[in-house]
C-alpha cells in the first residue's frame, strides 16, 4: 500500500528562503522558460505554476514528470541568474512511503537459535542485489507469525518514486535467505501499529 502524501505532479527545487524569495520574483517567466525548454525536448509535460514553501520552490506540472524533464528543469535551474546556484540543491520529484513485508524468514537465527535482529535482516537487504537503491524510509519490524512457529514477518517501508518503479521492482520477488525462501509482499499496514499474531 503507498501512503498518500504530496501529489505526483510537482518538481521540489530544495533552496533557502532568500533563493526563493529571488526566484520567485520572476516566477510567471520561469514558468514560461522552463515550458519552453520542455517543449525543446519535445515533452509533453509543460510547467503549470511555481510557488515557495519550507522545502524551497515546487513546481506544479500538468503530468508526472520523467527523468528526462528532471534534467530540463534542471539546466533550467543552474542557468539562472538571480540565486545562488551553488546554494541550491538538484530539482527532485516527490517520494511517498511504501508499506512491505518479507514472508519466509525463519525467527531465529540458524547459527546461534537467538531470535533474528533487525540489523541482521537490513544486512541481509543490503547485500541482495533486488534491493539496489532502495531507501528504507524506517527500521523495520520483525513479528514472530505464530508462538508455536520459527517464521516471521518483516515489515519495512521504502522510499517510493512517482512512477512507482522501485515497488514494481520488489514487489512479489522472491529471494533466498539461509535456506530458506523469502518473498515480499505489499503491505496494508502502518509499521507504528504493531498487529499480534499471538492468539
Known amino acids: 500500500?503507498?501512503?498518500?502524501?504530496l501529489s505526483r505532479k510537482q518538481v521540489i527545487i530544495p533552496m533557502n528562503v532568500e533563493n526563493?524569495?529571488?526566484?520567485?520574483k520572476d516566477s510567471s517567466s520561469h514558468v514560461t522558460n522552463i515550458n519552453r525548454a520542455l517543449k525543446s525536448i519535445k515533452s509533453d509535460v509543460m510547467a503549470d505554476s511555481i510557488y515557495a514553501d519550507n522545502r524551497g520552490v515546487v513546481i506544479t506540472t500538468t503530468k508526472v514528470i520523467g527523468n528526462?524533464?528532471?534534467?530540463?528543469?534542471?539546466?533550467?535551474?543552474?542557468?539562472?541568474?538571480?540565486?545562488?546556484?551553488?546554494q541550491v540543491e538538484s530539482p527532485r520529484i516527490p517520494q511517498s512511503k511504501l508499506f512491505l513485508k518479507i514472508i519466509g524468514i525463519s525467527y531465529l537465527k540458524e547459527d546461534t537459535n537467538e531470535p533474528i535482529t533487525a540489523d541482521v535482516v537490513e544486512k541481509i537487504i543490503k547485500?541482495?542485489?533486488i534491493f539496489n537503491n532502495v531507501i528504507?524510509?524506517?527500521?523495520?519490524?520483525?513479528?514472530?507469525?505464530?508462538?508455536?512457529?520459527?517464521?516471521?514477518?518483516?515489515?519495512?517501508?521504502?522510499?517510493?518514486t512517482q512512477s512507482e518503479a522501485k515497488a514494481k521492482g520488489l514487489i512479489n520477488r522472491y529471494f533466498n535467505v539461509g535456506s530458506y525462501i523469502a518473498t515480499i509482499h505489499g503491505a496494508n499496514m502502518n509499521l507504528e501499529v504493531l498487529q499480534c499474531k499471538n492468539c
Open 1 to 5: 500500500m503507498i501512503m498518500k502524501g
Open 20 to 24: 526563493s524569495v529571488n526566484f520567485m
Open 68 to 86: 528526462l524533464d528532471l534534467q530540463t528543469i534542471k539546466r533550467y535551474v543552474k542557468n539562472t541568474n538571480n540565486i545562488e546556484v551553488m
Open 127 to 129: 547485500d541482495n542485489q
Open 136 to 160: 528504507l524510509a524506517l527500521r523495520l519490524r520483525i513479528i514472530k507469525v505464530l508462538s508455536k512457529s520459527d517464521m516471521s514477518v518483516v515489515w519495512f517501508n521504502i522510499w517510493n
